[in-house]
């Protein structure tokens, strides 16, 4: 159709050429019948018009006729089984790669799973490691805190036992001292009412001018005398015989009626000295 289109084209410009270059004054008109009003043929005298020659039509280009295809010869059997082996050996092989991309993709999969899964279980084991240690660490303080706390008890528990014991010596020591000089205040006052009465029952002997000898003696209750002998003797046995003699000749001698008063007594040791005006 194309091609039928394109030629009917180039035949009308041809005729419409041919139509525009015709030279209508050249045609003969005599044997026109004049009839009617006397017409007057004028005919224009001068150079004839030049035609410019119309630019050429552009003819559509025809593709060639497409030759036909050479009729070949189809493959044999053995070519056909040969195709299909090859393609059947390409697709096992196809199959295999891709069976071995898929085994290395999942053995690629799995280690990584199992480097994950370490990693995991790895800062899990360092985490509960660091709890643990954490744990120990406030295990420790808590302990080193109760040791401290037991023993600022202690320590405290031990100075009040000290203060209390340093007052309780305190105390004794006041109390032993207020004894004492109750003890001293009784002692002496009765070693000098004692002394006295030993000196009145004494009897002067001679050449006793001077003499003293220290004399331990031993008291019960109500001034009895249950003991008595020279601890350091005068030099002569007649005299300290006779201080003897006159301890036990002027019992009961004076004691105090308390018995805690009285352990202050036993044992009374005192000096007798001769009196003065004694023999000479």
Not at 72 to 87: C, D, E, M, T
Not at 103 to 118: F, G, N, S, T, V
Not at 152 to 169: D, F, G, H, M, W
């Amino acid at each position: 159709m194309r091609a039928t289109l394109y030629a009917l084209l180039v035949h009308l410009a041809v005729v419409a050429f041919l139509a525009v270059s015709f030279r209508w004054s050249e045609l003969d008109t005599s044997y026109v019948i004049k009839a009617g009003p006397h017409v007057i043929h004028a005919f224009m005298v001068g150079p004839r018009p030049t035609l410019r020659p119309l630019p050429p039509i552009p003819l559509p280009r025809v593709a060639p006729p497409a030759p036909r295809p050479a009729i070949r010869k189809g493959p044999s059997r053995a070519q056909l089984a040969a195709r299909r082996a090859q393609q059947k050996a390409l697709q096992e092989a196809r199959a295999k790669a891709q069976a071995k991309a898929k085994a290395q993709a999942l053995a690629r999969a799995q280690a990584l799973a199992q480097a994950k899964a370490r990693a995991l279980a790895r800062a899990r084991a360092e985490q509960a490691a660091r709890k643990a240690a954490r744990e120990r660490l406030k295990a420790q303080e808590q302990a080193a805190a109760a040791q401290a706390r037991a023993k600022l008890q202690r320590e405290i528990a031990q100075a009040a036992v000290r203060a209390r014991e340093r007052a309780q010596a305190r105390a004794a020591a006041a109390r032993a001292q207020a004894q004492a000089l109750a003890a001293r205040g009784v002692v002496d006052r009765y070693k000098a009412l004692i002394e006295a009465r030993v000196s009145s029952a004494w009897v002067a002997v001679p050449q006793s001018k001077g003499l003293h000898c220290t004399v331990r003696v031993r008291l019960i209750a109500g001034g009895q005398v249950v003991g008595a002998r020279i601890v350091q003797g005068s030099g002569n046995r007649v005299f300290d015989r006779s201080v003897i003699a006159a301890i036990y000749n002027a019992a009961p001698l004076p004691v105090p009626h308390s018995a805690a008063k009285l352990r202050y007594l036993n044992p009374l040791i005192f000096v007798f000295t001769a009196p003065k005006g004694s023999l000479p």
